[in-house]
Each structure stands twice: as structure tokens, then as C-alpha cells.
């Protein structure tokens, strides 16, 4: 099997072009998907749902509000700072239907991060959660914020609940601090301010920037991925095919525990699934595992986008493994490498296979897909449709099959390019619109790709290269081993050595049986020559593991 043979037997599915101009803008597309699937469910949370009907009629009263309430002016950005609550989709869908550039903006930002982001986007509006609006409060006075819209957990809910929730939050989980940001508004007011109020539609060009989405600043200074129209729309239409080979429109209900906010979750859940017409159940908080556990044990669901990391933790508790499984049809996977090991777990725990994708917040984000049924275990599976990869040497010579390198995309998915960072883009875009990702990858004769680690993240070992993926992926395959990291260290002999931070289940494991399990499976100069034992992992709010971090920890100790 090829790509060849997936364009011939699913053309519907897997064309080998899209049209990328079809349609001119996102909100073209939203209007007509909350009119045809009006009375469906769109969006889930906490129990309580809202309709395509419902999002359309919300979206459209914080448009008016926006347009007619604030100085705000299409083409001006507006920073949403929520989790995957009902406000977000109102919220990011209002504002691209006032004209507005949507900047995604995590909830956990440390005030540093997000004085940062809000400056460098010149974000004039924000939308924040109650829960950390004290520390939007702090960094207001020096960014260019003149509007502050903010929400709290429960406000979509009825006034029985919505009371009980918050009032939870606020005074007995002490969850909300207390405020004073001038002028701040609440979200319902907002929206009740817009509900009496037209809002004039703003005619976009597809070439126009929808979102301004932040790389996750694990390497440097987080910078602005350009994400056009013509973007999001190219990467949904291209998704859209691939998950309809295995999911019906109108009918599926797909658990959401990845962040909107992230480029994955916001293309899957806000893109692809509403184009749809299906549910997405939107989990808050997804380290809360017996609430999340919780809402699974009350909700059908057919559909499940996660990645690792979650999947590990999950399978790994037993009130998850009793629940009834047998809707379940898809399983996506992105955002980190898929180890062998979690989805050998998930399937046996689940029946249903992990396909993994592969893609960047530069490439709005998949450029690459397991098609269901014909999952290829531990590949990213192929190009999406109107997607062409390559892999390249340190000179830029393009490698043959079977030879790796680092991966380059060319596409209507990737993005414009970094906001006001022209030198940046230009490292990164060459001029004939290769995107060089810094992954390094095989591509077999078949079209699968294999990613075998990121470019700078590479361990040379006595001049071999180590992949910190493969030994990650060995030293996790141990039944007493939970997670892995690792990462090359100095070594007087060798140059570096690899050095494994391990996550155990069993507090007696030393790190000699783990060295004789890796004998028996890694060449010698990928044995880890050194082991330390964590309670957990550095990760990001989305759930990479950051070697950066642990890195940056052995650096330290050498100084």
C-alpha cells in the first residue's frame, strides 16, 4: 500500500489535492455549519451542552458587542485566555466573525510569558478566565490592553448550577482570587450588552491571518505562527476526509482533553469536527483523572484525541479500564511521539488502535496522518492531501528513500510565516516554500514517515547518533518503567552519553536492571550510561515531556 493506492480507492477520502480557495474565509464556514446542524450538539462541558444554534446566536452577541461596545477595529487581536470550556468556541468564533485576530493564549502562561506574548501579538482586547485573572491584573499596565473581558467556569450554565460551580471555585476551593482590573467586564454582560445588537459582517481575504499562534517557546523566545484563512481551512478539508474514512457526519461524539488553545485540539475540535456536525466533550481539566474518568462514565463517545502521555495515564488506572469501550472507533494521536508500549496499552484496555499524525503549530498543524484501518505502528503515517515532504542533509540536499534527514513541507497548510519576525521566517521558509521542521525523518518506499527525533535534540555518542525516541522507546516497553526522558550528557571518553530519566512503578528497580534490559534491545553506545529516578517529569502545559529542562538541570550541575 501507497499513498497511490489510498488516492485511488478512497478519492472522496484521501484526493490527492484539496482546493484550498474554495471557500474564503473560516467564517464563511462556520456560518454554514451551525445553520445546517443547528439543532445538534456542538460543543459539551460539565453537563451542560450547547447547540450549533446556540453557538451561533452567542458568537454572533459577543461580535456585537465587540463591534459595537469597544473601539476595537477589524484586523485589531484579541488574546483568549481560557481552557476548553463553552466560552472558548463562543468567544474565538465571535471574534473572527467581528473581523477580529484570534491570539490563543495558555491559561497556565507565567505573567512573564504572557506580558510577552500580549506585546509581541500588540494584543488590544483579552479575554481571561476568573481563575487567573490576577495575574492578567498585574501585567495590564504594560501591554497595550484596552479592553479586559473575563469569565468564570460556570457562566454557560444555568443559574442553579452556574451559582454552585462558581461559588465552589471562589469560596470553598479557593480556586478565584479577588480582582480589581478597571473596566474589566464579566463575559455575560458582555454577551447580554451584544444580544439586543446587530453586528456588521467583515468581508476577509483568505490570505488574511485568522489566528496568531504561538509556538511553545521550548527553544528561544515564543514567536507568532501566522495562520491565515486559507490556512485553517486547507488543514481542515484535509483532515476532514481522512477522519470521515472511520467517523459518520452528524452522528459522533469525540472526547476533547487537549487544550483548544493548542493548534491540534483547535483544528480536530473547532475546525473538523463542527465542519461536521459533530459533538465535541470538552474535559477542563484532563490531570484531574477521576473527574475526567467521571465525565467518560456518563457520556457515550465514539471518538478520543489525546496523545502519550494521557493515554499512559489513563491506562494505567482502573476505573478507566471498567468503562464500556464499545462505541469507540477512533483514536487520534499528535503533539509527541506515540510509544509503542501506550499503544499496545491503549488497544488492549480500549479495542480500538491509535492512528498518530504528525505536525507543527507552523503547518496549521497536520502534515501527516495514519489513515484508519491501515495504521502502521511507531509512523506518522503519510502526507495529507496537497502535501509534499522531503528530507534534506545539513547541505540541503535532498535524501533518497530509506535515508534520513531533516523533514521539509511544502502545502497550503503552512503559515505565513512569523509575526513581525521576517529573519526568523526566512530561516525557517526557504524561498521556494519548503518549511524545514528540524525533525529529522526517514520516508519509506511505501510513503510512510518515520520520525526519528528532533534535529538539536540528537545524542552523539563516539561520533554515532543517538535518537533520544528510540531509547525512550525501549526503556518504557519495561513493565516497571511509567515514562522516560532522555538526553545526551558530557562525557570525557565519549564526547556525550546518554543519560535516562525514568518515572518507575516499582520503588525497588534499580537502574542496573535497567541497563541489562536496554543491553538486550540497543546497540551498546545507546545503552544509557547513566539512570536517575523521578517522581515525575518536566512537561508542558500540553503534556511534552521538555528534555530542554532536564538539559538544562545537567548544564547546571557542570558549572
Not at 487567573?132 to 444555568?158: F, Q, R, W, Y
Not at 484531574?288 to 467518560?296: A, N, S, V
Not at 511544502?410 to 519576525?421: A, D, E, I
Not at 519548503?434 to 525523518?441: F, I, V
Request: aromatic residues 8%; hydrophobic residues 40%.
Amino acid at each position: 500500500m501507497n499513498l497511490e493506492f489510498f488516492q485511488e480507492r478512497y478519492p472522496e477520502n484521501y484526493p490527492a489535492n484539496i482546493d484550498p480557495d474554495k471557500y474564503e474565509s473560516v467564517v464563511e464556514i462556520f456560518n454554514g455549519f451551525v445553520k445546517r446542524f443547528a439543532d445538534r450538539p456542538a460543543f459539551s462541558c460539565l453537563g451542560q451542552t450547547l447547540t450549533y444554534a446556540e453557538l451561533d446566536r452567542q458568537s454572533a452577541a459577543f461580535a456585537a458587542y465587540l463591534q459595537n461596545e469597544t473601539t476595537l477595529q477589524a484586523g485589531d487581536r484579541i488574546a483568549v485566555q481560557l481552557p476548553n470550556i463553552l466560552q472558548y468556541p463562543i468567544v474565538v468564533f465571535g471574534a473572527m466573525r467581528a473581523g477580529m485576530v484570534v491570539v490563543n493564549t495558555n491559561p497556565l502562561y507565567t505573567e512573564r510569558e504572557m506580558e510577552h506574548q500580549f506585546n509581541d501579538a500588540g494584543a488590544k482586547a483579552l479575554v481571561v478566565l476568573a481563575n487567573m485573572a490576577d495575574k492578567a491584573e498585574s501585567v495590564l499596565p504594560n501591554t497595550g490592553i484596552k479592553h479586559v473581558i473575563v469569565t468564570n467556569v460556570g457562566d454557560m450554565h444555568g443559574t442553579v448550577k452556574r451559582v454552585l460551580i462558581n461559588s465552589v471555585l471562589k469560596y470553598v476551593k479557593k480556586e478565584v482570587p479577588s480582582v480589581n482590573i478597571p473596566g474589566a467586564l464579566p463575559l455575560r454582560k458582555a454577551l447580554s450588552m451584544g444580544a439586543g445588537k446587530s453586528f456588521t459582517p467583515v468581508a476577509a481575504d483568505r490570505n488574511d491571518v485568522a489566528v496568531l499562534q504561538y509556538t511553545g517557546g521550548t527553544t528561544g523566545v515564543a514567536k507568532g505562527a501566522m495562520l491565515t484563512h486559507r490556512n485553517l481551512i486547507s488543514n481542515m478539508m484535509q483532515c476532514h476526509g481522512l477522519f470521515n474514512m472511520i467517523l459518520d457526519e452528524g452522528k459522533e461524539s469525540v472526547i476533547a482533553p487537549l487544550p483548544l488553545y493548542h493548534i491540534y485540539a483547535f483544528t480536530v475540535h473547532c475546525m473538523v469536527m463542527l465542519q461536521t456536525g459533530n459533538h465535541s466533550i470538552l474535559i477542563p481539566n484532563p490531570r484531574d483523572i477521576p473527574g475526567f474518568i467521571k465525565t467518560l462514565q456518563t457520556n457515550e463517545f465514539s471518538g478520543f484525541v489525546g496523545l502519550n502521555t494521557l493515554f499512559v495515564a489513563l491506562c494505567g488506572n482502573e476505573s478507566f479500564r471498567a468503562l464500556d469501550f464499545s462505541k469507540l472507533k477512533l483514536t487520534i494521536s499528535g503533539g509527541m511521539a506515540l510509544t509503542k508500549d501506550a499503544a499496545d496499552q491503549w488497544k488492549q484496555v480500549t479495542g480500538c488502535e491509535i492512528a498518530e499524525g504528525y505536525g507543527m503549530t507552523e503547518t496549521s498543524p497536520v502534515v501527516s496522518f495514519n489513515p484508519p484501518g491501515y495504521v502502521k505502528l511507531g509512523t506518522i503515517g503519510m502526507p495529507v492531501s496537497s502535501t509534499a515532504c522531503k528530507v534534506i542533509d545539513e547541505e540541503g540536499t535532498e535524501q533518497p528513500i530509506g535515508e534520513p534527514g531533516e523533514l521539509c513541507v511544502q502545502g497550503p497548510q503552512v503559515m505565513k510565516g512569523y509575526w513581525q519576525r521576517p529573519e526568523a521566517t526566512a530561516e525557517t521558509i526557504t524561498v521556494d516554500g519548503w518549511l524545514k521542521t528540524g525533525d529529522m525523518a526517514v520516508i519509506s518506499e511505501d510513503g510512510y514517515m518515520k520520525i526519528v527525533d528532533r534535529k538539536k535534540d540528537m545524542i552523539i555518542v563516539s561520533g554515532f547518533n543517538v535518537y533520544p525516541n528510540e531509547v525512550e522507546d525501549v526503556v518504557v516497553s519495561h513493565p516497571d518503567i511509567m515514562e522516560a526522558a532522555a538526553i545526551g550528557v558530557p562525557d570525557a571518553k565519549s564526547s556525550e552519553a546518554v543519560k535516562v530519566f525514568v518515572v518507575s512503578k516499582n520503588e525497588n528497580l534499580t537502574a542496573a536492571e535497567i541497563k541489562d534490559f536496554c543491553r538486550e534491545r540497543l546497540t551498546g553506545y545507546k545503552v544509557p550510561r547513566h539512570i536517575e529516578f523521578r517522581d515525575e517529569l518536566p512537561k508542558t502545559n500540553v503534556g511534552k515531556i521538555l528534555r530542554r529542562e532536564l538539559r538544562d538541570e545537567e548544564l547546571a550541575k557542570q558549572s
